[in-house]
């Protein structure tokens, strides 16, 4: 029999999640703890307790804890081993790698950002099972992609591949965009409560369904479910770059499949359809007819068992 096994963690900007999995992608154990406002050395020593606890445990339960695989929401940085995660404080270029090989010198590590890890997760064990190139969309607080081409993780020449957010999808450019990127001005879960806001400014006689400055993209999502004018002009501004982006994805990368996850999907799993029927206009006519667009399978839980993909491919 074979025992072997793999820790899979995936960091959150509040939470950290940790699962052991078999060779086969099935959880044998899993826990969450929170950072409760935690950064800098202070979580790097939390990730480390998870891992020691976790290799306890499976020396205990006469498992061989072969790799650990950690999803970072941000950038990593893989010749330095340096994060750069935004959510969690004081990991800004931070020497993640070297804290925990300090600490665990023997337990293999291995960190990937969490783009990566949605991807590996949906390849693995998920929507997109058995795929060879297919590309994760997360749209959540920001957005970015996972890209598999040819069955390998695309990171770039500085490990920043897959800021989608930042594509040029709306001429003429405006400094508005220089914060976020001008896709994820618009059409990130921030984004659409901003794209809301703006068509209410120019609608002085507004008095549908979304009330005051402090909107939020559930806020926006409820007001289209009752007809609202506003939030079906901001979902018809969104769907339609969504779909822009997609055919991009289609037409530069010839993907088998694209997950659209993230908290915004979610409620927008509603689009999926509309969002490929406006990918079809833009996209290379003979990829689009060969990629399925879908949501993610996993949900929450792509970034971990990503992260436990990791693991076994670097084991």
Wanted: aromatic share 10%; charged share 20%.
């Amino acid at each position: 029999m074979n025992n072997n096994c793999y820790l899979g963690i995936d960091c959150g900007g509040t939470k950290i999640a940790a699962a052991v999995f078999s060779q086969f992608g099935k959880i044998i154990t899993d826990k969450t703890v929170f950072l409760e406002g935690t950064g800098g050395a202070d979580a790097a020593d939390l990730l480390c307790s998870l891992i020691k606890e976790y290799d306890d445990f499976c020396r205990h339960s006469e498992l061989n804890l072969m790799s650990t695989g950690i999803c970072i929401p941000g950038i990593v940085y893989h010749d330095s081993g340096k994060v750069w995660a935004p959510n969690i404080p004081g990991w800004d270029h931070y020497q993640l790698l070297d804290d925990i090989q300090k600490i665990l010198p023997d337990i293999p590590v291995h960190l990937d950002s969490d783009r990566a890890c949605y991807i590996l997760g949906e390849t693995w064990t998920g929507a997109a099972k058995g795929c060879h190139n297919a590309i994760f969309v997360a749209v959540g607080t920001g957005i970015g992609i996972g890209i598999l081409a040819d069955d390998r993780i695309l990171r770039g020449h500085g490990d920043i591949a897959g800021a989608t957010g930042w594509m040029a999808l709306k001429p003429p450019y405006n400094k508005k965009y220089n914060d976020c990127g001008c896709f994820e001005y618009y059409a990130s879960g921030d984004g659409i409560a901003r794209t809301a806001l703006e068509i209410i400014s120019e609608m002085p006689e507004y008095t549908g369904v979304l009330k005051g400055t402090d909107i939020k993209a559930y806020d926006v999502f409820t007001a289209y479910k009752e007809n609202d004018p506003v939030a079906k002009k901001t979902f018809k501004i969104v769907i339609e770059l969504w779909g822009m982006a997609v055919a991009n994805y289609v037409s530069l990368f010839n993907p088998q499949m694209i997950i659209f996850g993230g908290g915004v999907f979610g409620p927008a799993i509603q689009f999926i359809p509309d969002i490929k029927k406006e990918a079809e206009k833009w996209a290379q006519p003979i990829s689009i007819k060969q990629v399925k667009i879908c949501a993610s399978s996993l949900g929450k839980n792509s970034g971990l068992y990503g992260a436990g993909r990791l693991a076994m491919i670097n084991s």
